[in-house]
């Protein structure tokens, strides 16, 4: 008897049963199918008529489940059919039947018999029937197959050195950047994490390997020359591949493969072999549609799994080698990702003589203005080799280089710091400076000035020094020049409306120079800052001018000169002493000449009149050398008064202006030591 086995779907997606063959019966029992069995070369599983020489054959489908244990076999008509093989209808046995895809399936099925017999199971959701007889059509042992319905063991991804601390950079210059930079700046970069972080969690044994290239490019058959067998559909309609294709050389994809968004009915195995399982173990390779299709569909699938693929095989032909679409939409923009990068010339078949060579020189020359890399003598970039997927030539070299590329398993790491390097070649613009960023001594100084002389701190330092002197040359002058200045000030008061339009217009120019101060101190913080934390800067200065000129008129009030007499020196009662003692020689001496004038004393005019003559002349030479004692401490105490007022609008600046700025150019400087970290820049 010919015996068939079904080898049933261990997938990661239980709910994908179109690749079950129909008459399965839960209960486990055989269930007997009189005029038609399973055809095991047709992916849907679809039930066709057989002739069978003898009505009284049945074919009979046993399933026994034992501690978690899959046994599956079906029994068939042990007479060989007339007609097997020479219908696409018909049950085929050879592994070439059906049509377009399915007979690729029924390929790839031969194929996968021996690693059934081998006890590996699948995972990934395929469809997996194999077809087992002789040439002669007569039927040969089949081993019953015991899989464990257990999922592999999958290890994560492990980022390490670098490229973590880079994430790690990556993650807090977006946490420090929200408050000062829009969404849409931070949006990429924040995918870019996302997407580090999803792929982390999935396998790190796996390589995932994306097949791209344009319409007649053939992609599809590069893709099924890698498997061994025809998987994806291949013709001369335009465009064949309408839809992701993916197929996993190992165990443990599935989860790979979903983050791809490709079902289960589009998943396949590679031709079973020791040599293939042992060259290209861990590859996972999808098919996709063409780049340039007319269907939006198909190049929306394209650049969503392009995101998300470890590696890229660029197929071209010599015809659209140097397609605009393919260099400016997708090399020149991915020129960063040259190491996890192939550039495939296939069809070196229809190119005769040494034409290939040249085609291929030629690609190199667009690929190097394109800024890709070429990993030549073993430098790192994208490879470049020339093949024909339909003679077979090259693609053992290609295997090759992808089963060294796969067996490194470094693909996903350097994919994910490609992804780093060009989020952060497209963050430079806010993140980098023409020149030193901050606020110079010398900035500083002059912005405490400014609001110095906003608030007159001189004028109150010289104020404070004549009050100084004149309040000295009240103590130390003269009764009678006392008693005119005391008459002339009751004489003449100041004018009320004068000094209120003279204030009026001291505070419109001090509102001025201190609006002019803070633009001034704001460019200079804001003067080789992206334009970002430029205009934060100054936005800062802003809210901080808010009320300063109304804070700086209470502070010039309080540190000013302090109310009533300034404080006396020492040597001031000795001259208000020398001053008594000449006003009481000029009494004296004039008391007696008085006396002698109407006959009270005795005539005589020399001592009362050098008396009077000593206090005329010794009060004025008193208030004059009181005048040049004074000097020196009305200045100092000038300008101990304009130092306070200086003092006091520098605090009420830095606190209000000068603080904000410095916090704003502080979290620059964070943002710019994390961003040099992202780019592996030592700081």
Known sequence: MTAVTDHTDHADHPGDDEGRVEGREDSGHARVEDDFVTDPTDPKGARKDVPKKDPGKKNVRTESRLFGLVRVETVMDAEPSATSGDKGGTDRTDGKGGKGGDGGVGGADGGAADAADAGVSWDDGLIARRVSATAEGQARPVKEVFVENRPPVVLPLVYEGSLRSRLDALRELVGLSRTRLDSRTLAEAGQVLDEAAARRRLSGQHTVVAIAGATGSG????????????????????????????????????SLIDRLGIPGRLRRRPLQSPEAEAQLRGLVLVDLPDHDSAAVQHRE?????????????????????????????????????????FVVLNQIDRLPGEAAGQVLDDLR?????????????????ATVLALSALTGDGIVELREVLGHFVAERGAAARRISADVDAAAARLWPVYANRRSAGLTEEARDEFADRLADAVGATAAGEAAERAWRRNANRACGT??????????????PPTGRLSLRVHADDEATARQRVEQAVRTVAEEAAGGLPVPWAQ???????????????????????AGTPVGRPPRPGWWPIAVLAQAAMTILQVIGGVWLLGQVIGFMSPNLGVPVLLMVIGIVGGPGVEWACKLAARGPARRYGLEAERRLREAASGCGRARVLDPLASELLRYREVREQYLRVTGVGV
């Not at 020359?365 to 970039?381: F, H, K, Q, S, V």
């Not at 009764?479 to 003449?492: A, G, I, V």
């Not at 800062?540 to 009030?557: F, N, P, T």
């Open 365 to 381: 020359r667009l690929l190097d203005e394109d800024g890709i890399a070429l990993g030549d003598y073993g430098e790192p970039g």
């Open 219 to 254: 992609k599809s058959q590069l893709f099924n020359a890698l498997a061994g067998v025809a998987i994806s559909e291949t013709g001369v309609r335009r465009p064949t591949t309408a839809a992701p294709i993916a197929c996993s050389w190992s165990d443990g994809a599935a």
């Open 301 to 341: 699938h394209v650049d969503r799994i392009l995101a998300l693929v470890d590696a890229v095989i660029w197929v071209v032909d010599p015809e659209k080698y140097a397609d605009a679409v393919l260099h400016e939409r997708y090399l020149r923009p991915m020129a960063g990702h040259a190491e996890v990068t």
């Open 479 to 492: 009764p009678w020049l006392r008693m005119w200045r005391w008459y002339q000030d009751r004489r003449e």
């Open 536 to 558: 934060a800067v100054r936005e800062a200065a802003v809210r901080g001018s808010q009320g300063l000129c109304e804070a700086l008129d209470e502070l010039a009030v309080r």
